[in-house]
């Protein structure tokens, strides 16, 4: 639709508005069903209608059609009302009475249209605190909240209009007093005593309804009015009967008062000193009673809003250890946040999936995962520091990485399952929404499970956390390995600086002296998971069988095994490592372009570090070097990988560096036909690169021999003029011993002759 036909429909609305108004001013003249028509316009948009047509002769209109079509026209004329009662600003008591006395009897009498009671309701409670009329529409309140309590279909219809509707009448009535707060603590009652019965979602709405009181009630005038409001809501708290809802009033009234930007005055610190007392001594209790776990999301839903603003001293005081196990188990298993991984396990490409996806990333507990994370870090971090009962640290990272297993398991199979699939255009979409919904949740285990175990290896000082809970350092880096797929999705910069910090010292805790035994079984077991099955006929290598989801977490343990590679047993390395790898090195097809470089990389660092598997790895590595190149290997990999392999041997053995030239040298050698010359020119130059590490040993007269030999076999000047100028940016340049400089010059000097250039 156009903005011009936009604009037309909106006149022709305003017209028709306006032609109902004035015939309801004139409704004697009219007929029941013409009258009944303005009207139901006229209440479908009463919101959008100028108070100013609220005047005596309409409101005096509609009450007398009200009387003379008693309930057949009644519901637009409560709507009307409502609208009226919620929007207006002048005192009209005598009307607002009338008015009123229609909006009660159609909350008591008419059952059978909760639109229409939702709307009575609506227009009732914007009311309080204007007049002196409190008492009685908090009685009114109170009797229809009995009535939801013995409905539950009325109930769970009118469920978000009464919570809100009890959260503004606590905020705005004038009976906040000594004098008339049995009104309040009659409504309290048994509005608690209905959304009791809804569990975690009810207890919710409490916190929210006194966070709303306290927000609105601190911004009162003047400063003693606010302190006398909240100290008579805060004993209304302490009196009502049920503990949860007490501790959900407590959570939501401390929550506000620890963000709140008002003056904090002594009667007030004083007051949330009480508070938070209290809600501590509640706390207490409901985790000692014997239905902690059946309230565990209420519980880590108020801890978590609450808690982190709290001082050390005052944590000490609650039963942390508890606490730890309740938030773990509602972080993992809660319906309302990771669901034991089943939103990862029951993954299919259908629209039902994505809106359950969605809609569990819009729930309360689910947008707390964050807050969730940083109570347990900081009740993790208090247990190491007291040094007690490590134990139960040990077994949240024991949940943490179980988890992590099931979330990498169940991604790899949805993966799978879809990766080849032909979809419609249809399916095509859906899936992309899906994917869409998952990465929100996957990101969210990530963040979450960084936070927690970045308390235990970066916010315990001098490493603590890893020397007091056994295996946590294994722990960590086996997770972050199980959920390396989320954070390669996510990339360098994506908010990962914990992520970093904590494996960047967790790996450094490795690397200690007396903790290499734990890195070493680590990597065993790691890179025994990647063997090759030798009780099988298939003789295809398990590497070349992994998914893509798998090669990630692969990719992860040989970027892993680079930076320790000084810290690792040869046996670990040549039994369990380099076989793995091998297969990837040999790849001529990049399957993973990240991982090859990877693989690579970690032979590399094999030779740099000395191990004495280099010796037995150089003619092999050397080989698959020269097989490789120029496909799927350039140019530059190739130079900088030979070269980096003959200088790490020519410091450990020369012989053996020449041994490895010489595959090269006779790789050059055997490109004899006219269509290897591009060829047999790249592989010379990285034959010329070599005279570098050479120059320092017994065999540089035999390079020097061997290239000469090449220049003078070249079939033209100009490759041999090209080939000359390399070679004089090598010997002039850095690299060339200095002892030997003098006799390369002279040779380059030589030979420019011979071929006179």
Not at 138 to 166: N, P, R
Not at 709 to 727: G, L, P, R, W
Not at 732 to 748: F, L, Q
Request: aromatic fraction near 8%.
């Amino acid at each position: 639709m156009s903005q011009a036909e936009k604009t037309t429909d909106l006149k022709e609305i305003a017209r028709q508005l306006s032609d109902s108004y004035y015939k309801i001013l004139q409704h004697s003249t009219l007929n029941e069903q013409t009258i009944q028509e303005c009207l139901n316009l006229l209440s479908k948009y009463s919101n959008d209608l100028p108070i100013s047509w609220f005047t005596h002769d309409f409101l005096d209109g509609l009450f007398i059609l009200q009387k003379k079509y008693a309930k057949n026209g009644t519901s637009p004329i409560v709507v009307l009302l409502s609208g009226w009662l919620r929007r207006n600003s002048e005192a009209d008591e005598i009307r607002e009475d009338l008015a009123l006395d229609i909006l009660h009897r159609a909350l008591l009498e008419y059952n059978d249209d909760l639109a229409l009671q939702k709307e009575a309701w609506i227009g009732w409670v914007a009311m309080i605190g204007k007049g002196n009329r409190d008492m009685k529409l908090l009685e009114g309140m109170t009797s229809v909240i009995e009535i939801c309590s013995q409905d539950a279909i009325k109930a769970d219809y009118m469920a978000e209009s009464i919570d809100a509707g009890v959260a503004h009448a606590l905020a705005h009535t004038n009976t906040m007093n000594d004098f008339e707060i049995d009104h309040c603590q009659k409504l309290l009652r048994v509005h608690t005593n209905l959304v009791s019965k809804k569990g975690f979602h009810g207890l919710c709405s409490l916190m929210t309804a006194a966070e709303h009181v306290v927000d609105v009630r601190s911004r009162e005038e003047p400063q003693t009015r606010v302190e006398a409001d909240l100290s008579t809501f805060v004993q209304l708290m302490f009196d009502i009967k049920d503990d949860y809802a007490r501790l959900a009033f407590l959570a939501g009234t401390l929550r506000t008062l620890q963000f709140s930007l008002i003056k904090m005055t002594k009667k007030l610190i004083k007051l949330r000193q009480e508070i938070e007392k209290e809600f501590i001594h509640q706390l207490n209790i409901a985790l000692d009673s014997n239905d902690t776990m059946t309230h565990q999301d209420s519980l880590s839903y108020f801890a978590a809003r609450c808690l982190i603003q709290m001082p050390v001293e005052q944590l000490e005081s609650i039963s942390n250890a508890q606490l730890l196990k309740v938030l773990t188990s509602s972080l993992l298993t809660s319906p309302f946040t990771f669901h034991h991984g089943e939103p990862f396990s029951r993954l299919e490409n259908t629209k039902e999936m994505v809106d359950q996806l969605n809609a569990l990333s819009e729930q309360s507990l689910f947008r707390e995962v964050g807050r969730m994370s940083r109570t347990i870090a900081k009740l993790v971090e208090l247990l190491i520091n007291e040094k007690k009962e490590q134990f139960i640290v040990q077994h949240v990272l024991d949940r943490l990485l179980g988890f992590s297993y099931n979330v990498f398991i169940d991604w790899d199979q949805f993966i799978a399952k879809y990766s080849s699939k032909r979809m419609t255009p249809e399916e095509n979409s859906n899936y992309k929404d899906l994917e869409t919904g998952a990465w929100t949740l996957l990101k969210s285990v990530l963040f979450s499970f960084t936070v927690i175990l970045k308390s235990v290896a970066v916010d315990v000082p001098n490493g603590q956390g890893l020397v007091e809970v056994p295996h946590a350092a294994q722990d960590i880096i086996s997770i972050f390995a199980n959920l390396h797929f989320i954070a390669q999705h996510l990339g360098q910069g994506a908010g990962l600086q914990a992520y970093q910090d904590t494996l960047t010292n967790t790996v450094a805790y490795l690397l200690h002296k007396e903790n290499q035994c734990q890195l070493n079984k680590l990597m065993s077991v790691a890179f025994k998971e990647y063997a090759h099955a030798i009780y099988t006929k298939d003789t295809t290598n398990t590497v070349e069988l992994l998914s893509i989801t798998k090669q990630t977490r692969l990719l992860f343990f040989t970027d892993l095994t680079e930076q320790v590679m000084k810290s690792i047993d040869d046996e670990v390395l040549e039994q369990h490592i380099l076989p793995v790898i091998y297969p990837v090195l040999k790849w001529k097809r990049i399957e993973n372009r990240d991982l090859y470089e990877s693989a690579h990389t970690v032979a590399i660092s094999t030779f740099l570090t000395k191990k004495p598997v280099s010796r037995e790895l150089a003619g092999v590595y050397a080989k698959i070097l020269i097989d490789n190149f120029p496909e799927p290997m350039n140019l530059d990999q190739f130079r900088y990988g030979f070269n980096t392999m003959v200088q790490a041997l020519c410091e450990m053995d020369d012989a053996l560096s020449w041994l490895t030239v010489n595959q090269l040298i006779e790789k050059i050698n055997s490109l004899d036909q006219e269509k290897d010359i591009p060829l047999r020119s790249q592989y010379g130059t990285a034959l010329i690169d070599l005279l570098r590490p050479l120059s320092l040993g017994p065999f540089f007269r035999s390079i020097l021999d061997q290239v000469q030999k090449m220049v003078v076999s070249q079939e033209t000047k100009a490759m041999q003029q090209a080939t000359m100028k390399i070679i004089f940016d090598t010997v002039s340049g850095p690299g060339i011993s200095d002892m030997r400089r003098t006799e390369a010059v002279g040779w380059y000097l030589d030979l420019k002759r011979q071929l006179q250039l």
